[in-house]
């Protein structure tokens, strides 16, 4: 979140860890923008926060020319000021996975072939697997499956690396050190991201009823490093498996 209130904070310590793959996580909801609000009044609000009702800011997107110019303009900013940073660009997602949205993902891409974008998620979530490890936990069908599905032929298309399957969605705010090693245990074939929210506790703005602290405890749990020892899994950020 590169005009998050840490950002500044966050580079810094990513560049104490040059082996750290660090992404952009493009912000068009729930967050301030990069560029001036006055230019991009129709994507946020009286305070100058991005609008929270996605619904209508995605018709907004889609169907209302200047919106879209205003949707383009600051995507590319929150690229360049990732590029700024001196970071390498790892990989690229957004919040709320909001790059479902078509406009959004074309945004995406044009500003990635200018900024050297290699990877990019479509949060494609096996439920079987799910449903392996805890059986009857999540919905079985994900409704939201065609759209994910497109967005990552699109991606593809677009020549970057994309992950075969991701998890952390159905479970969001909510991997244990048991599910985690569900996950590990249950992997199916390809290319696989597993996301989570790790932290020391509740901060400003977290989520209500997200366990940070059970997810950072999962990451760090010496069982799950067993786990993927034991089956062969090899780790590696996407510019790694991107031969970037």
Partial sequence: MVAGEAAADAVARARTMPDLGVGLHLVLVEGRPSLPPEQVPDLVDSHGRFREDMVRSAIAMAFIPRVRRQLFAEVEAQFAAFAATGLKLDHVNAHKHFHLHPVIASAMIAAGRKHAMVAARAPVEP?????????????????????????RSRLRRAGLTVPDQVFGLA???????????????HLPPGLTEIYTHPA????????????????????????????IAREGIVLGSFCSFAGG
């Fill in 200 to 227: 020391t506790g509740a901060y400003p703005g977290s989520a209500p009823g997200y366990g940070y602290a059970t997810e950072l405890w999962a990451l760090i749990d010496p069982l799950a490093k067993q786990a």
């Fill in 171 to 185: 479970w969001s705010g909510a991997i244990t050190p048991e599910r985690l090693r569900g996950l590990i245990e």
């Fill in 127 to 151: 439920r079987d697997v799910l449903a392996a490890i805890k059986p009857g936990a999540p919905p079985r069908r994900d409704p939201a499956g065609p759209w994910v599905r497109l967005v």
